[in-house]
C-alpha cells in the first residue's frame, strides 16, 4: 500500500511551513493533540479506532527519492530543504487512547510530542487514518446496541468513499461488534469473518427462480443462503418450502433467506409463517437494503422475526455524520503551552491526560481533562504510549483484544447513553489545574 | 496501488455466485449497467467522474497468486474453481458517458458487456470506483456554480474517508471546475495545481504573530498568504499592513490573506478596508473553514469581498449526500433483456443508449432512453465506446479535456438547472420501443 502512507499524502502547508522552520532554524519540540470538538447529533459517545493504521504509517514515514525529485520541479522549495526533506524520520513519542476505548468532546484522543516540524508534517495523513475508523466504528456500535444478539454483517463496500475506505470501515465495524463483512480482502488483511449470498442478477440469469434457488444450493452446500425478493419475496418464500425437501434428500440444508426490499418487518413475519409451516424452523432470516441503527430498532420493535442484518451504505459513509469535528492543535512548544483563539476554535492548552471515574455499580460517572503534569487526579488514566522515539512501544493488539475491550466499555456506559433515539450527554470536567492554565494565558494575553 | 485495484477488493457473494456460474456451466454474454436511480435532494444533475480508474483496474483484473491461496484457507471454494478464478481477465466491452458530462436518473453511465462472470466479478469495486468521482464531482461543480470567476481550492483531503478519497476527491474537483488542491501527492499523481498557505501551529509556535508572518514571507518570498485569524483578525489585518513596507523594501509582496474562522463575510469588509487603507489594493483575501456552496453563496450575495475559497470537509465527503442510489444491474442475459421486480428497484430492461436534445439556444431540452438496437431515434447518444475486448478504445483523455467538456455542458444546462438553492428537474424520456420492451416483458411475466 505504498501510496496509501506516501509521505506526499499531505496538505501543501505543512511543506511550506516545513521550509520556513527549517529556514529559521525552529526544531524544538512540539506537542499536538487529536480531539474531536462535539459529539455529533445522533452520537451519545465515539469510540477510538484506526490507531495500529496510524503507528504502521509514522514507523514507515519518509520521503521517497521520487516524491522528493517532484517536489523539486514545483517553484516552492529550495534544494536544500528538499535534501532536509529526504531524511527526515518520526522520531517522536505518541500516547493515545486504545483502540475500542470510548471517548468524548475535546479529549485527547493522540496526542504526539516531537521536533516540530515531525509533528507537524504527519497533521493531514494522522487526521485522515484517525477520523475514519473512529467515526465508522462510533456509528457501527450502535447498530449493535440496536439489534443485541443478531448477525451484524458490513455489506458497504461498494459505496464507501474508495478502497482504503471499504477496508477500514470493514474494520473498524468489526472492532465496534459486528459479526463479519462481505469485503473479502478486508477479511484477508485483517482476519474478520467474511459473508455472502448471491446477488439479484444470479437469480435473473436464471430462466426460473427455484432452478436458480437449486443451482446455487449445489454449487455451495454448506452455506445455502437464499436471495428472495428478486421477483415476489412471499412466493419465492414458498419456492423455498418447496425446493427444500429436494435438497434435503441430498443432505443439503437452506440455512438462510435474505430479503433486501419492500417492508422488510412485514415481510420478515409472512415469510417466517411460510417457512415455520414448511417444516424450515432453522432457517434463519436475514435482511439488507438502506438499513440502519433507526432502522433496526424500528424493525425489531414492530416484532419483525429478522435473524441478521446487512448494513451497508449508511454505515460505511457514516450517512447522517459523514465527518467529525476533529483537529489536530500545537498545545505546547518548546516547553511553553500555546492556545488558538479563534471564534468557536479556541483549545484546551498543555500536554494533557483524561482521567475516567466511575461510580459504586462500575458504570462510566465522568472524565476529568487535566494537564499531564498535574499529580493527584483520581481515575483511570485513558491516554497510553504506544510509541517512543519512533517505534511501537509493546506488542500490537489484535482486534480481538479492541473488540473485548469495547464490549466492557458499553457495559460500563452509562445507561442513558446506549439509547439510540435519545441523546444523552457526558461530562468531561476540567480539572482546576488546566483551568488556572487557561486563565493565566488569558490574562497575559497569551 | 497493488492493494487498490486488488481483484480481492470485492463482496464475497460475487466469488459464490460466479462458482455456482462455473459448476452449471453458465458462460453467456451478459450486459450490466451502472445507473443511479435517483438524482438526490440538493441536487439537480449529476457529472459522470471516475472513468478513467474503472478502465485501468478493468484492464490489469487478475487474482494474484497470494490472493487464490487465501481463498483456498476458506471453507467456500474447490481448488478447481479457484485454478479458474486464476485465470480469469477481463474481456469484455465497455460503454460509458465520458467524464464531465452531465447525466439525470436512471441514464446508464457504464454499460459492461462481457461473459457473466467477467461482467459480474467487477460489480463491486466498478461502483466503489464511479460512484464516489462522480458524487464528488457533482457537489463540486455546485461550488463553481456558487462563485462563478472565484478561486476554488479542493481542502478536504484530512477529513476524506482515507487516502484513495482524498485522492480522487481532488481530482473530481478539479474535473468540475476547481482550480487546485492542497493535496500534495494529487497535484503529482493528475497534474492538478496545489495551493497551499500556513496553519495556526506555525502562528502559534511563534512568540509573536508579526514575527510568524515576516519568517515566513522570507521563506517564501514567492507564495506569501498569510493566515491572519489565529489570535483577533482585524488586528492582524492591521499587522500585516503594518509589515508590508518592511517586506517591500525586499521586494516581497503580500499576494494574500486567509480567513478561517468568524463571520468571514463581516470580517473581509473589514479587512479589505483595512487593506486597502494601507495601500494593499492587490492583497486577496482568501476564505476556509466549514465551507460549502451554499455558504459560498451566502457570503458572495452578502457582498464579502472575497477572491478565493478552500472548500474542504463538506466537498470531500459530500456532507449532505455521502452517497449515490446507484446500481449495476443485469439489464440482458444470453441475448434476452432481464428485469428486477424488488418493489421500488425496478429496472429498464435491456442494453441502452441515451440520446440528448437540445432547443434552438442549444440548452438541454430533455434525454431519451432508449434500447440500443433502437434505429432513428433523434439525439447525441451520450454513452460511448471505451474499452473492446478489454481493451482500452483510443487514446486517454487529460483532464484538460474533461474540464472543458463539462464546462461546455454547464452552458448548455437549462438555467433552472443550475440554481444551487432551487430544485428543477429534467425530462428524461423513455423511448417506445423501451416501453414496449417492458409492457412485454411484464405481460409474459419475465
Redesign the interface.
Known amino acids: 500500500?505504498?501510496?496509501?502512507?506516501?509521505a506526499?499524502?499531505?496538505?501543501?502547508?505543512?511543506?511550506?511551513?516545513l521550509?520556513?522552520?527549517h529556514?529559521?532554524g525552529?526544531s524544538?519540540t512540539?506537542t499536538?493533540e487529536l480531539f474531536v470538538r462535539k459529539i455529533p447529533p445522533n452520537r451519545n459517545f465515539l469510540i477510538a479506532a484506526g490507531l495500529e493504521q496510524l503507528v504502521e504509517f509514522l514507523e514507515d514515514f519518509e520521503f521517497s527519492d521520487e516524491?522528493c525529485e517532484?517536489?523539486g520541479t514545483?517553484?516552492?522549495f529550495t534544494p536544500e530543504f528538499i535534501d532536509h526533506l529526504s531524511k527526515l524520520r518520526f522520531t517522536g513519542d505518541v500516547y493515545a487512547i486504545p483502540e475500542g476505548t470510548v471517548f468524548f468532546q475535546n479529549e485527547p484522543i493522540v496526542r504526539v510530542t516531537a521536533p516540530?516540524a515531525e509533528a507537524?508534517i504527519i497533521?493531514?495523513?494522522l487526521?485522515?487514518?484517525v477520523?475514519?475508523q473512529t467515526m465508522i466504528a462510533s456509528k457501527a456500535a450502535r447498530s449493535a446496541l440496536a439489534a443485541p444478539g443478531k448477525l451484524l454483517v458490513d455489506?458497504g463496500?461498494?459505496?464507501?468513499?474508495?478502497?482504503?475506505?471499504?477496508?477500514?470501515?470493514a474494520r473498524a465495524a468489526y472492532l465496534a461488534g459486528f459479526d463479519g463483512t462481505?469485503?473479502?480482502?478486508a477479511?484477508?488483511l485483517f482476519d474478520i469473518p467474511?459473508?455472502?449470498?448471491?446477488?439479484?442478477?444470479?437469480i435473473?440469469?436464471h430462466d426460473d427462480e427455484v432452478e436458480a434457488f437449486e443451482?446455487?444450493a449445489?454449487?455451495?452446500p454448506?452455506?445455502v443462503l437464499l436471495l428472495i425478493?428478486?421477483?415476489?419475496t412471499l412466493e419465492a418464500a414458498r419456492k423455498v418450502v418447496a425446493l427444500a425437501p429436494r435438497l434435503a434428500e441430498r443432505n443439503i440444508p437452506i440455512k438462510g433467506v435474505r430479503l433486501?426490499?419492500?417492508d422488510m418487518a412485514e415481510l420478515a413475519k409472512g415469510v417466517r409463517s411460510i417457512l415455520d409451516e414448511g417444516g424450515l424452523t432453522e432457517c434463519s432470516i436475514f435482511a439488507s437494503g438502506d438499513l440502519d441503527e433507526h432502522e433496526l430498532l424500528r424493525m425489531l420493535e414492530a416484532g419483525a422475526p429478522i435473524d441478521g442484518f446487512g448494513v451497508g451504505?449508511?454505515l460505511t459513509?457514516?450517512?447522517d455524520m459523514?465527518?467529525?469535528n476533529?483537529a489536530y492543535?500545537?498545545q505546547e512548544?518548546a516547553g511553553r503551552p500555546?492556545?488558538?483563539?479563534?471564534?468557536?476554535?479556541e483549545n484546551w492548552p498543555g500536554r494533557k491526560q483524561v482521567y475516567r471515574r466511575y461510580d459504586d455499580e462500575g458504570h462510566m460517572l465522568h472524565d476529568v481533562m487535566a494537564e499531564e503534569s498535574e499529580s493527584q487526579i483520581e481515575g483511570e488514566p485513558l491516554l497510553r504510549q504506544v510509541m517512543a522515539k519512533g517505534k511501537r512501544v509493546g506488542a500490537q493488539e489484535t482486534l480481538a483484544v479492541m473488540r473485548e475491550r469495547l464490549r466492557g466499555q458499553l457495559q460500563q456506559l452509562p445507561p442513558a447513553l446506549k439509547a439510540i433515539e435519545d441523546g444523552a450527554a457526558y461530562t468531561v470536567l476540567i480539572s482546576d489545574g488546566l483551568q488556572r492554565l487557561v486563565e493565566r494565558m488569558d490574562s497575559a494575553g497569551l
Open positions: 500500500m505504498k501510496t496509501q502512507h506516501a506526499l499524502l499531505t496538505d501543501l502547508y505543512q511543506l511550506t511551513m521550509q520556513a522552520y529556514r529559521e525552529m524544538g512540539a499536538f516524491e517532484w517536489l514545483l517553484d516552492y516540530i507537524q497533521e493531514t495523513r487526521i485522515n487514518i477520523q475514519l455489506f463496500l461498494r459505496r464507501a468513499h474508495g478502497a482504503e475506505a471499504g477496508l477500514m470501515a462481505s469485503n473479502v480482502l477479511g484477508k467474511v459473508y455472502g449470498t448471491m446477488a439479484h442478477s444470479y435473473m440469469a443451482r446455487f449445489e454449487s455451495l454448506g452455506n425478493d428478486t421477483y415476489d433486501d426490499s419492500g451504505t449508511r459513509t457514516s450517512q459523514p465527518y467529525l476533529c492543535k500545537l512548544y500555546r492556545r488558538k483563539r479563534s471564534k468557536g476554535k
